[in-house]
């Protein structure tokens, strides 16, 4: 099974700030990769697939990037909306695995 | 509007068995694989199973394989997972996800439903 290694756990980060959540895989992967959001309380939201590609209605300030075993998610100018945990997750082979999660935290 | 909405779950005692439901709407449903999350109380989240559009393939997740089974009725557009011989540790959130591709799918979940809880206690 591929192994999903996000970095860090928690980041605390103020509104306006550029922040940036790796994940590194255990094998390579190509960039079948994409990358969640989920709030207390409620299910994941799906934000971005093969690596980099926006889903539609996914505000622009998101963006990812990476290939092979190494990712990450990059959010500009972040929004109080943003604030929540972010989960990458692997679709190169079943099990579909995914990484532990980033809690962004307000400072 | 797409919508997922899980029922079935509750407490149940180990050794048991459970049986989820996931009703679709917004969407023709005969067309996209779906598959089953969980994700354990304030933990993170695991892929249990996936089914494709007419049922012909099925996966599932190590932990669960040989104890749980996928299966849909597209005439009813609804989504199914029968949880038999169930452990403490299958305790969770269980959500119902459409894969975002037709036909086979690729293991990308773009709707999720509300979830479902199952606990799992003596």
């Known amino acids: 099974d591929t192994q999903l290694t996000q970095s860090p756990s928690t980041l605390s980060a103020s509104v306006g700030d550029r922040v940036t959540i790796t994940c590194r895989a255990s094998q390579s992967i190509s960039s079948w990769l994409a990358w969640y959001q989920q709030k207390p309380g409620k299910a994941p939201k799906f934000l971005i697939s093969r690596a980099s590609n926006l889903q539609s209605g996914v505000p622009s300030r998101f963006s990812g990037s990476g290939s092979g075993t190494d990712f990450s998610l990059t959010i500009n100018s972040l929004q109080p909306d943003d604030f929540a945990t972010y989960y990458c997750?692997?679709?190169?082979?079943?099990?579909?695995?995914f990484g532990q999660g980033t809690k962004l935290e307000i400072k | 509007e797409v919508d997922l909405v899980e029922s079935g779950g509750g407490l149940v005692q180990p050794g048991r068995s459970l049986r989820l439901s996931c009703a679709a709407s917004g969407f023709n449903f005969q067309d996209y694989a779906m598959h089953w999350v969980r994700q354990l109380p304030g933990k993170g989240l695991e892929w249990v199973s996936g089914?494709?559009?007419?049922?012909?393939?099925?996966e599932y997740g190590d932990s669960v394989k040989g104890r749980f089974t996928i299966s849909r009725d597209n005439a009813k557009n609804s989504l199914y997972l029968q949880m038999n011989s169930l452990r403490t540790e299958d305790t969770a959130f269980y959500y119902c996800?459409?894969?975002?591709?037709?036909?086979?799918?690729?293991?990308?979940?773009?709707?999720w439903g509300h979830g479902t809880l199952v606990t799992v206690s003596s």
């Open positions: 089914i494709s559009w007419n049922g012909a393939h099925i």
């Open positions: 997750q692997q679709y190169n082979s079943s099990p579909y695995t």
């Open positions: 996800a459409k894969d975002l591709t037709m036909v086979r799918g690729l293991g990308i979940f773009d709707i």
